[in-house]
């Protein structure tokens, strides 16, 4: 059995991983994807003290760091169940076998919802982008639209106005859902255009990057296009917390509710990074979170457990 098992092998899972084993405990990762979103993910720019690097490269730099230590990585395994038990806690993988620990850090992360258009998966990173903290500055000057009018899309919206030239924001019904005080900044601004009713059908691109965008207006049925040279999609961050419902408890987003140490509902059982109520999801943040865990939990053997 592990001392902590580490379920996620992105920016959270791997800070853990390396925080577990400088504790001289047993430590073990499982993992669909060693590396997370950031495998998707081109320029990282905010990551501090690196001034850049791409996410393929940070993802080696994560697992090479990991490999460093004694760490047993399960890669390409997807945790299916998770079982409190009072001496060890059982995590059941979707190839049949069971690993027992006593601790657990969750750190699944999230994905971000798409609008499942052509164009979309195309040039993603080539002009579509779902972070704005991350890829704003890249639109210096230019021309975006931002997909969705909840609070993350009028947020981004906002955000981006201080930092591109225009911003058209796209959402599909007939009013926006952000809170009243977002709605009353983002109509303030001079440089923002709102369109509601409209159903983005296709991002269009040049073969190399986006150049413009259709939607249909759902009160006439027609499509109309707008120029630009990016895209945010912004209609939702889904937590990877299916397989968890009913055991630790998740917000009415599904995402792991945790404390101030990391700690879940469930005794032994604590989380980190995207997956978790803490906000703002951003690889520095999750890489703080996922050490905090890892010594939550190692906090948690020196009370409880005696060999
Ligand atoms: P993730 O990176 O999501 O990792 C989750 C891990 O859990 C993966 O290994 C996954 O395979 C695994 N997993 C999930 N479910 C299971 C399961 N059931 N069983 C086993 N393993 C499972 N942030 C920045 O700070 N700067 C940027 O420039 C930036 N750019 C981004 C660009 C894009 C396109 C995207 C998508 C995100 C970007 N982000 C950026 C956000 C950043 O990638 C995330 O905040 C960060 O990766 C979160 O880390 P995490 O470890 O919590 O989760």
Redesign the pocket.
């Known amino acids: 059995a592990f001392d902590v098992l580490i ?8 800070a853990a991983a390396i925080y577990a084993a400088r504790k001289g405990i047993r430590t073990g990762v ?9 495998l ?8 501090v003290s690196v001034k850049e690097t791409e ?1 393929p490269q940070f993802a080696t730099a994560l697992e090479q760091h990991v490999k460093q230590y004694d760490v047993d990585i399960m890669d390409v ?4 169940e998770l079982v409190p038990g009072a001496k060890h806690i059982e995590i059941k ?2 190839n049949g076998a069971t690993l027992k620990s006593k601790t657990i850090v969750l ?6 919802r798409e609008i499942n258009v052509p164009g979309e998966r195309e040039y ?2 080539h002009g579509v ?3 704005p ?3 704003g500055p890249l639109f210096k000057g230019k021309r975006v639209a931002v997909i969705g009018g909840g609070n993350s899309g009028v947020e981004a919206a906002i955000d981006l106005a201080g930092i591109v030239s225009h911003v058209t924001l796209l959402e599909f019904a007939p009013d926006l859902r952000a809170d009243a005080v977002l709605q009353r900044k983002l109509y303030s601004l001079k440089n923002v255009d709102v369109i509601t009713q409209a159903q983005t059908t296709e991002v269009q691109g040049d073969g190399k990057k986006v150049t413009g965008l259709s939607y249909k207006d759902r009160k006439t049925d027609e499509i109309k296009h707008v120029a630009l040279e990016g895209v945010f999609v912004q209609i939702g961050l889904v937590p ?1 917390t299916e ?1 968890l419902k009913g055991t630790v408890a998740l917000s009415k987003h599904g995402e792991i509710e945790v404390d101030a140490k990391g700690q879940t509902s469930v005794p032994g059982v604590f989380a ?4 978790t109520t803490v906000p703002y ?7 703080g ?2 050490a905090k865990a890892a010594l939550s939990a190692f906090d948690h053997l020196i009370r409880t457990s005696i060999d």
């Open positions: 379920v996620g092998g992105g920016p959270a899972g791997a499982v993992a669909e994807r060693f590396g997370g979103q950031v998707d993910t081109l320029a990282i720019e905010n990551f996410g395994e997807r945790a299916t993988l979707a750190a699944t992360g999230a994905r971000w993603r990173n982008a779902y972070c903290h991350c890829d990877n397989w980190a990074g995207d997956v999801k951003q690889i520095v943040i999750a890489v979170e996922g």
